[in-house]
């Protein structure tokens, strides 16, 4: 049975509306769910973490091909269902639990105790909700964990801002976020008809891995000055840092640095690279 035939048999059977609120819009096209599958390169060696699994349609591919696989799913209603479903299956746990207030590292250590298995790598996998993409990125990127990659569903136009370049309208916090953690490469662009229900907007798998390419004094101090460069992106730079206080420093203190890196006075956020911003903290 395909996987929107199996959708279809589960709604009836468990009554389900998908939940706006939620964010849910369940995958049910086969081919993509085994092309995230294959980008996300899922090994027995490995622990995943799926974030809203929802009815289990990308579940029941990941459970086939991992080690280990922890669902995180805030809709109760979905925990029978899943249980139900995979009832067969031994290799996972379930919580009813919000994303962004686990601790995934810790419930990773529990897990490898439990199982008394090293995991080789911790990956992500999940068709995200949308409505929460951007906190749930960065919490996946700042927090010190173990993930070493992330395969997600997004928005088309989010994982666009993910791998933008200077000076366009796409390159912004998210850019800079996803580049000082990460190598990233948007796979496939998926089509709204590839969901039930249909959402909004096309959307698109972005493969993440973590890699820092470079070193900066305070990750702090970076990470306060890109987002005060872009909070009003319009302006120049200097006056956006000023006007946002970064670091308290007066307008003179911030010429001075840009001159000592040799940076344009008059520059505006979406002009300056990422090593261009380091260079900045490093000059600090
Ligand atoms: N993975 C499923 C469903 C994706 S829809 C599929 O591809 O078919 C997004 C899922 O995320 C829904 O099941 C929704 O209930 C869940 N979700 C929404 N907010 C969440 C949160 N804060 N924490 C965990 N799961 C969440």
Do not use: W
Request: proline share 2%; charged share 30%.
């Amino acid at each position: 049975m395909n996987t929107l035939s199996k959708t279809k048999k589960i709604i009836n059977k468990f009554d389900i509306k998908a939940n706006k609120r939620y964010g849910q819009n369940f995958l049910i096209d086969d081919d993509i769910l085994q092309h995230i599958v294959r980008a996300a390169d899922i090994t027995i060696e490995d622990l995943v973490v799926e974030i809203g699994p929802g009815l289990g349609n990308l579940t029941e591919y990941i459970l086939d091909s991992a080690g280990y696989t922890l669902l995180i799913e805030i809709d109760k209603k979905m925990i029978d269902i899943l249980n139900d479903r995979f009832k067969e299956y031994n290799n996972y746990m379930l919580l009813n639990e919000d994303i962004l207030k686990v601790d995934i590292d810790k419930i990773a250590n529990e897990i490898e105790i439990k199982q008394n298995t090293k995991y080789k790598r911790v990956k992500v996998v999940a068709n995200l909700p949308y409505y929460i993409t951007t906190p749930i990125i960065f919490k996946l990127l700042q927090d010190e964990n173990n993930i070493s990659d992330i395969t997600v569903m997004v928005q088309k136009e989010v994982a666009q801002r993910m791998v933008a370049h200077t000076n366009t309208k796409d390159y912004g916090i998210l850019t800079l976020m996803v580049e000082y953690f990460c190598d990233a490469k948007i796979e496939i662009d998926v089509p709204k008809s590839s969901f039930i229900p249909e959402p909004n907007v096309t959307s698109a798998v972005i493969c993440l891995k973590k890699n820092r390419k470079y070193s900066v004094k305070s990750e702090k101090l970076l990470f306060e000055l890109i987002h005060k460069a872009f909070a009003q992106r319009r302006k120049k730079m200097i006056n956006s840092l000023e006007s946002n206080k970064f670091n308290n420093m007066t307008k003179k203190e911030i010429e001075q640095l840009f001159t000592k890196c040799n940076i344009d006075i008059n520059v505006r956020a979406e002009q300056l690279d990422l090593k261009q911003y380091i260079d900045i903290i490093n000059n600090m």
